[in-house]
């Protein structure tokens, strides 16, 4: 009698990089550390928040999001689509700041969320946005939702 145990498979290699903090790729090879990963959607979302708040990003806003976006406004039905992004989300309140706080993304560093709070007009709220990584290794926003009364 003795201790039998398998070949190993991608399965044993996802569970040794979870305990390593990297993740594994589709063919089971460990790639880049799932930590650079989080630092690099949080600076993605912080950079936003920037250009967003310089009005700089205004314009650009349409391009961080993927084109099947859903959106989440309170007082609003939810949205997908630039039309509608336009209306709602470009005709904000300009002393619409918001703060990034934090970012965690999957092992697989294809999908992740950001959250933080923003501000309009002395009013704080909080955010939520899920990333997905696109085939060019850019974060584009799938899913944005925030609890601002509007």
């Given at each position: ?34 930590d ?6 949080l ?6 928040a920037?250009?967003f ?6 314009s ?7 084109p ?17 992004f ?29 959250y ?12 939520l946005r899920?990333?997905?990584r696109?085939?060019?290794?850019i ?12």
């Amino acid at each position: 009698m003795g201790i039998v145990h398998d070949n190993p498979t991608p399965n044993h290699l996802n569970d040794f990089a979870e305990v390593q903090g990297r993740n594994v790729d589709g063919r089971g090879k460990l790639s880049q550390p799932v930590d650079k990963c989080e630092e690099a959607l949080l600076a993605r979302d912080e950079q936003f928040a920037q250009e967003f708040s310089l009005r700089v990003g205004r314009s650009k806003y349409l391009s961080v999001y993927d084109p099947r976006a859903l959106c989440y406004r309170m007082g609003v039905p939810p949205f997908i689509g630039e039309s509608q992004f336009r209306e709602v989300v470009l005709r904000s309140d300009d002393s619409l700041r918001f703060t990034p706080l934090a970012a965690s993304v999957s092992r697989s560093c294809d999908l992740g969320y950001s959250y933080g709070s923003l501000e309009v007009r002395g009013e704080v709220a909080y955010y939520l946005r899920i990333w997905r990584r696109n085939s060019e290794g850019i974060w584009k926003v799938v899913l944005d939702l925030d609890n601002l009364q509007r």
